[in-house]
């Protein structure tokens, strides 16, 4: 397999190309200019892995918007889908009033999505919606409402396009699944 990058060698297989990705944002971003017609838009872009997305997203919008960021790690166990979460960096602007749009590139146990959603809504945003790249609904550990989601995945380990392995492959264009021989 090779598009062009080293890294491409170490993916079991591609599982999503950039063309279908570019055409999925597109498809979103149509049906949120209608839905958030006539309104402003706060964008919050989830760091790390949401970047990729974020940036492709965001220029697709045709409404007045402002864009944040926000950073979370985990905690509890050796997988990060395990633990409790916490805020490693916080917006820099007031949500109070605003439709604010979360951006992630991936919802999995879904634990950390409901602390932002919940943090969002108690400091009196005026909607708060939850928009991810990739859905993995197996994981999911809670009843989280995933509002627009660009692909359901299986339960594989993916990465590309924002998505890590050891903070590695966020530069590849398509989203394709690792080798398990990396990680075993
Ligand atoms: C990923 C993703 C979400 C979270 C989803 O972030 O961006 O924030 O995990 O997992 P969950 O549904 O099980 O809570 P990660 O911790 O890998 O950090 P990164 O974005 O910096 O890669």
């Not at 944040?68 to 985990?74: E, G, L, N, V, Y």
């Not at 805020?87 to 951006?103: C, I, N, P, T």
């Amino acid at each position: 397999m090779n598009r062009g990058k080293e890294l491409y060698k170490d993916l079991s297989r591609i599982l999503i190309t950039h063309e279908e990705i570019q055409h999925e944002i597109q498809s979103l971003a149509d049906q949120l200019n209608q839905e958030y017609k006539g309104k402003e838009l706060m964008c919050v872009c989830i760091l790390r892995g949401a970047v990729v997305f974020f940036t492709d997203l965001i220029r697709l919008l045709d409404l007045p918007l402002t864009i944040d960021f926000m950073a979370i790690s985990s905690y509890g166990g050796t997988t990060k889908s395990s633990g409790e979460v916490r805020m490693q960096k916080d917006l820099e602007q007031s949500v109070m009033d605003k439709h604010v749009l979360v951006v992630e590139d991936i919802v999995d146990s879904g634990l950390t999505l409901a602390y932002i959603m919940d943090i969002l809504s108690k400091r009196g945003a005026k909607s708060v919606k939850l928009a991810t790249l990739l859905d993995k609904p197996e994981g999911r550990k809670n009843d989280l409402k995933v509002d627009y989601a660009c692909f359901t995945i299986p339960n594989e380990f993916v990465v590309g396009y924002g998505l890590d392995y050891d903070e590695k492959y966020r530069n590849l264009p398509d989203i394709g699944i690792l080798d398990p021989k990396i990680y075993m």
